[in-house]
């Protein structure tokens, strides 16, 4: 109860100071133009308390006597300073008044900075100069800064140590199921693309290759899809929970040979648009189609997913956790605001939806908890592991299972994109609605299909929002730090740049958490700097 006491004693003096100031400012502006050794005498006032802090601080002249409480030693230097600076300053605004030409245009000028200036004044001490510190404390030598001279040794602790980052491995990326699957889904993809060009600008002859081209992607799509939920059933059904068709599906993925085909694909779609390009020829990709688009997401997903949980350290984990959690929560927000524009009850559902951005991240880390929570014996009580004793399946630690590193790591990453997603949908659905009905009315007479206007008339549209929502995500899944502390505390390689941040801080190694401070804010800058560049773009 005192603490919180304190707290509410500490911001209602934060906020009287801050009135004082700026009716105190906005009245020495007013006496500008008709009280002008006033507004001479209060500037010279804030110039004497500064130069007086500055002498008291070095001890240039004695400090006289403390009264006691916040009157301690040196208040009669501060007293006499603000008292000479106003009485000097009055005295020259007697002798040199200017014209009242002059001072109405002094007064126009200052009247903004008495509404910024409080602004800046808290962003400078609050923000600015704590980072210029951090900065300059990254620098030092020793772990409190206090040994003399500087070094770069706490940055290069960061990227030479295996636990931070390593490319250690790195070679297993290219051999990962994940990424033989990814190859061939952006190979799919560019051949979706390719058609779906050809049958809006090729021929008659290349738009019949392209429309069978089409009718065999559908067809492999229906057989995966078919083999995948075969083999799901045939996994429940059996015991001990084997599945023969995952069995040979993974066989399959996990082959040299597949590797060999999908990459083989790749390099001869590159040839051929290079070939194309040195003849002055332009080779037509229609990536806004619904196949291609969709394809070239599934595959950037799982590329991504297999570079990223093949390399170790907590840099990469960083890494990982924004392009999950910033792109999973997009396209399902995305997702979620079509579907619900849709929907009857698009009110209620949004509400749902949305709801988790109102849990803290310590609580929504609570809740996930006891959901992925496992029991070494009997019947399970966490959600997921019940759902996978009922279905004959072993319970599994989804953050302490050794077999489940580094997927450990996704389901922390899950919490934040339940949390994300609504903030996601709701900013996407605004601007849905916000698309004029003119041109989608226009994409339909024109023959246009509900996917195709989707893809080619309103995500253009939504384009700048989306960038908006995604950068956005990067800059807070950058400095997670809650939920991860509150799972997992780092264990089971699932630490994270804020975390480990802390964990020296708390250790009192100051200076390499002001590192891996400034570590975190260059991953934040071009995010920040690219926003502030496109708004710049948009308003001129």
């Given at each position: ?15 009287a ?6 009716i105190g400012a ?18 010279g ?47 020259g ?28 004044l ?73 058609a ?58 996990s082959s ?23 003849r ?30 093949t ?11 924004v ?5 999973l ?21 949004k ?13 929504a ?12 014996m009997g ?15 072993a319970?599994r ?8 590193i580094?997927w ?10 339940w949390i ?9 659905s ?6 004029p009905?003119?041109?989608t ?8 299909g509900?996917?195709q ?18 950068t ?26 804020a975390?480990e ?18 570590v975190l804010?260059?991953?934040?800058l ?12 948009e308003l001129?």
């Amino acid at each position: 109860m005192g603490q919180i006491l304190t707290m509410l004693v500490s911001v209602a003096g934060a906020l009287a100071v801050s009135a004082v100031l700026f009716i105190g400012a906005n009245r020495a502006v007013d006496n500008v133009r008709v009280r002008w050794p006033a507004f001479t005498a209060a500037i010279g006032g804030l110039v004497g308390l500064a130069v007086g802090a500055v002498v008291q601080h070095n001890g240039w002249v004695p400090r006289g006597p403390a009264v006691g409480g916040p009157l301690k030693e040196g208040w009669l230097v501060l007293l006499a300073g603000g008292v000479a600076g106003a009485a000097i300053a009055a005295v020259g605004g007697r002798l040199a008044v200017p014209s009242p030409g002059r001072r109405s245009r002094w007064a126009d000028s200052l009247r903004p900075w008495v509404f910024v200036g409080p602004a800046l004044l808290f962003v400078g001490g609050g923000l600015v100069l704590p980072g210029l510190r951090t900065a300059f404390l990254s620098l030092k030598n020793g772990s409190r800064g206090r040994e003399p001279g500087f070094t770069l040794e706490h940055y290069k602790d960061i990227f030479t140590d295996d636990t931070y980052f390593t490319f250690e491995g790195w070679s297993s990326i290219f051999t990962g199921r994940l990424f033989i699957v990814g190859l061939a889904a952006a190979v799919i993809a560019a051949a979706a693309a390719w058609a779906s060009s050809s049958l809006i600008v090729g021929g008659r002859a290349r738009a019949a290759v392209a429309g069978g081209v089409l009718r065999g992607l559908k067809i492999a799509s229906v057989v995966v899809v078919a083999l995948v939920v075969a083999a799901l059933i045939e996994g429940v059904a059996r015991e001990p929970n084997r599945s023969a068709v995952m069995d040979v599906l993974t066989v399959v993925v996990s082959s040299r040979i597949t590797l060999g085909i999908a990459a083989a694909a790749a390099v001869l779609g590159i040839v051929f648009w290079l070939a194309a390009r040195v003849r002055g020829r332009e080779v037509e990709m229609d990536w806004g189609s619904p196949a291609a688009s969709s394809l070239f997401v599934v595959a950037a997903i799982l590329l991504v997913f297999g570079a990223l949980s093949t390399l170790r350290g907590v840099v990469w984990n960083n890494i990982w956790w924004v392009v999950t959690v910033a792109g999973l929560s997009t396209v399902l927000g995305l997702l979620l605001a079509v579907l619900a524009e849709k929907s009857r009850g698009e009110r209620i559902g949004k509400t749902l939806i949305f709801m988790p951005m109102a849990i803290s991240m310590v609580g929504a880390a609570v809740i996930w908890d006891f959901m992925y929570e496992v029991q070494p014996m009997g019947n399970q009580t966490g959600l997921f592991n019940a759902v996978l004793q009922g279905i004959g399946f072993a319970p599994r630690g989804f953050f302490i299972n050794a077999s489940m590193i580094p997927w450990n790591n996704f389901w922390i990453m899950f919490i934040m994109v339940w949390i994300q997603t609504g903030f996601a949908m709701v900013v996407l659905s605004a601007a849905i609605r916000a698309v004029p009905e003119e041109l989608t009315e226009a994409a339909q007479v024109d023959g246009a299909g509900e996917a195709q206007v989707f893809w080619r008339v309103v995500i253009p549209q939504i384009r700048p929002t989306i960038i908006v929502v995604v950068t956005t995500l990067i800059v807070i899944v950058t400095k997670v730090f809650d939920l991860v502390k509150a799972t997992t505390n780092g264990a089971n390689r699932t630490n994270v740049l804020a975390n480990e941040m802390f964990d020296q801080l708390r250790d009192r190694n100051f200076t390499s958490s002001s590192a891996f401070a400034v570590v975190l804010f260059a991953l934040v800058l071009p995010v920040m700097v690219y926003n502030i560049r496109r708004l710049q773009r948009e308003l001129a």
